[in-house]
Every structure is written in structure tokens, then in C-alpha cells.
């Protein structure tokens, strides 16, 4: 990559700055979620600042977008990472970058892991072992097991074969319900 991520603010140095600049200030956030065709979660934030409490509208906003499960941190975090992506954003729009540095070092460190991602390709697992283990679900609580296998896998299930899984699981519930 061609930059140092050394180089960049965190964004914890400025809501730090911001409270000591604007102590009666006040910092919004609202984060959403929706969930792609693909199956993917998507997390996005939008940050707003008042540099007086009592203010009516935001001085300055901030977005961001991330989605679950495309690192280590997603895994787990992606609404948090995400809110503190936003936040750095909308600091930065407002008084808190240094001139040629608006991008906070977790924007940054997200451009390096995109482009790195872009350079590797994408390698699905074979979903013949769901299809089977569906087809071979007996009762609820063997298809929920299975569910969640597919659920855990679902970044690594080419997307045609996630919405033939999807339709299948439906299938076999209904038809597991009836006998039931």
C-alpha cells in the first residue's frame, strides 16, 4: 500500500479532543443493520456533532458501512467498528483532522484490507455437505443445527447456492411440520 497507517489520528484522539474543545457539546449516533440477497449483514452508522448541547441541528454528520464478518473484528464488532468509523468521519468534517489527514487510521487500516481482499480471490466452500445434511434433517432440532452450520459458513457459500440452501431449509421445515 502506498501510505503508513502510523500516520493517522485514531479516532478515540478526537472525541478526546472534541470533549476538551466543546465540553457542552453533544455526539449522536445512530446505528442500522439490514441483511443483503446474499445473506450478508451490512451495519451502517450515521454520526451527528452540536458543539452546544441545546443546538437544534448537527454542526457537521458523518456515515459509515461495514459488514459483518469481512475480518476479524466484523466478526464480532462490525456495529462498533462501524460507530467509531462514523464518528472519525464526522469529527473530521467538523475541526478534528490535520490538514491532508481526514482519514482516520481505522478508515485507513479498512482501504488496505479492501485492496488486499481485491488481490485475493474469493474461494467458496462446496455446499453439496449442507444440501445433504438438509436433505437428512429429521426434525426441527436437527435442521437448527444445520441452519447454524450454514449460517457460520455463509461468507465462504457462493451466493446461488446460500439462496438454494434458504429454499431448501424452508422445504424441509414445511415438511417436517406436517408429519409432525
Not at 460507530?83 to 464526522?90: A, F, H, P, V, W
Not at 434458504?166 to 408429519?179: G, H, P, S, W, Y
Amino acid at each position: 500500500m502506498g501510505f503508513d497507517l502510523s500516520q493517522y489520528e485514531l479516532v478515540e484522539d478526537r472525541i478526546r479532543a472534541f470533549w476538551e474543545k466543546f465540553p457542552n457539546g453533544r455526539l449522536l449516533t445512530d446505528v442500522k443493520f439490514h441483511t443483503r440477497d446474499n445473506g450478508a449483514i451490512v451495519w451502517t452508522c450515521h454520526s451527528l456533532l452540536f458543539i452546544d448541547k441545546d443546538d437544534a441541528r448537527p454542526t457537521t454528520t458523518g456515515f459509515a458501512m461495514e459488514i459483518e464478518g469481512t475480518t476479524p473484528v466484523n466478526k464480532y464488532s462490525a456495529a462498533e467498528n462501524c460507530e467509531t468509523s462514523s464518528l472519525g468521519r464526522c469529527l473530521a468534517n467538523f475541526l478534528f483532522a490535520a490538514k491532508g489527514k481526514r482519514a482516520s487510521e481505522s478508515e485507513m487500516k479498512k482501504v488496505k484490507r479492501m485492496t488486499e481482499e481485491e488481490k485475493t480471490p474469493k474461494v467458496y466452500e462446496d455446499a453439496k455437505s449442507f444440501f445433504d445434511a438438509l436433505d437428512e434433517a429429521d426434525t426441527i432440532q436437527a435442521l437448527d443445527v444445520v441452519r447454524n452450520r450454514i449460517t457460520e459458513n455463509r461468507g465462504k457459500i457462493a451466493p446461488p447456492d446460500l439462496d438454494s440452501l434458504r429454499n431448501l431449509f424452508d422445504a424441509r421445515k414445511a415438511m417436517i411440520e406436517i408429519t409432525v
